[in-house]
Nanobody, 114 residues
Framework: QVQFVESGGGLVQPGGSLRLSCAAS????????MSWYRQAPGQGRELVAT???????NYADSVKGRFTITRDNAKNTVYLQMNSLKPEDTAVYYC????????WGQGTQVTVSS
């Protein structure tokens, strides 16, 4: 059974940093394209970052240059390093395989506020 457990969120001031983790089970993260998504209050879910099996990465324009997606195959975990955080980054963050309709995990809340 494919599952995702996101962690690492919290309350941070504008300009701060957080690193989110996504522990996957039921498959190996190195064998699939993985993505981070986010959902702000009252909005739809947005694709934030993607890493392919070959290690290529893509980012939404709104986070380019500030966020970095990486993968640790030994830990079967995907990370999202978020720097220079802005209030508009406030959302619940989720990870999932990019091209499968897996069930969503519980997500991790990120709140950027002074």
């Amino acid at each position: 059974q494919v599952q995702f457990v996101e962690s690492g969120g919290g309350l941070v001031q504008p300009g701060g940093s957080l690193r989110l983790s996504c522990a996957a089970s039921g498959f190996t993260v190195s064998s699939d394209t993985m993505s981070w998504y986010r959902q702000a209050p009252g909005q739809g879910r947005e694709l934030v970052a993607t890493i392919t099996t070959g290690g290529s990465t893509n980012y939404a324009d709104s986070v380019k240059g500030r966020f970095t997606i990486t993968r640790d195959n030994a830990k079967n975990t995907v990370y999202l390093q978020m720097n220079s955080l802005k209030p508009e980054d406030t959302a619940v963050y989720y990870c999932r395989r990019r091209y499968y309709l897996d069930a969503w995990g519980q997500g991790t809340q990120v709140t950027v506020s002074s």
